[in-house]
């Protein structure tokens, strides 16, 4: 088995099944839509101003939207696991607060003019523009229950 190395709070090995997708999607082994699959069943951890719940809406929260700086759309970031927010946590310190969070919730403010950054800046990460994310969303999305 393979030792653990470590650069900073930034394992190099995958931590998670979401992970493990991600590297293969690297190498051509995934689709997205198979990542996507999974990524919805999961749980991911968002950057936000303050502690939450889990269960409570809380109008005063704010979630953290990254501004490229090459003019790109707003991309929300997520992390698979809490050890890879550690440089998201230093560059937005007005988002201190790593909160868990269903991925499917997350996901709901995605697509339109806003796309998807899974686990910025470290070993596993990816981008999905907002289109990619409105045409997973179509194809793999919850479907409407036909009638009866």
């Known amino acids: 088995m393979a030792e653990s190395t470590e650069t900073g709070d930034i394992t190099i090995n995958p931590k998670n099944e979401l992970e493990y997708l991600i590297e293969g999607g690297r190498r051509d082994m995934v689709s997205i839509g ?21 269960k409570t809406p809380d109008p005063t929260m704010k979630t953290l939207l990254m501004k490229p700086e090459d003019g790109s759309a707003e991309l929300l970031p ?24 269903p991925a499917m919730l997350a996901l709901s403010h995605v697509g339109g003019t806003v796309g998807l950054a899974i686990n910025p800046g470290s070993s596993f990460d990816i981008q999905i523009t907002p289109q990619g994310m409105d045409q997973l969303k179509q194809v793999f999305g919850p479907k409407p229950n036909p009638p009866a």
Not at 86 to 97: R, S, T, V
């Open 34 to 54: 198979t990542l996507y699959q999974v990524l919805v069943r999961s749980q991911v951890y968002v950057l936000c101003n303050k502690a939450w719940d889990g």
């Open 78 to 101: 997520v992390f698979t696991h809490p050890s890879r927010a550690g440089q998201a946590l230093e560059k937005y310190p007005d988002y201190p607060i790593l909160n868990k969070s």
